[in-house]
């Protein structure tokens, strides 16, 4: 049985987003200082892009507007795993958190791939 969707905060890719974006200020808690302004900068502004611009798609009431929103956010999950991907392979994440994240961040691009497909459906 499906629940009601009564504000984006229902949102299943919503909440796994912001999981998504605690996970990464912990692992990027534990890079060197000297990437406090490079890429834990940019893991983290991606990251919380994410529930950000679902939450924002989700609030300016069109279903045109909301799929944009859904399509930056998915632009950001690629972004992040970008990030992940060059943070792992200069040795500044440990692979554990690399894997926690990418599949996270797998998961969410995929659900926000599907919601992005009911929403352009359901316009034409």
């Not at 632009?75 to 392979?89: C, F």
């Amino acid at each position: 049985m499906r629940r009601e969707i009564c504000d984006y905060k229902d949102l299943e890719v919503w909440q796994k987003g912001m999981t998504l974006a605690r996970n990464v200020y912990v692992v990027t808690e534990k890079m060197p200082s000297a990437e406090r302004y490079g890429l834990t900068s940019q893991m983290r502004r991606a990251a919380v892009s994410i529930p950000s611009n679902v939450a924002e798609g989700y609030g300016r009431g069109s279903r045109a507007d909301y799929a944009r929103f859904v399509k930056v956010a998915r632009g950001s999950a690629a972004e992040l795993e970008t990030q992940v991907i060059l943070a792992e392979s200069l040795e500044l994440l440990h692979p554990v958190d690399t894997a926690t994240l990418l599949q996270l961040t797998l998961s969410i691009r995929q659900m926000l791939n599907a919601l992005i497909r009911s929403l352009e459906s359901k316009q034409s």
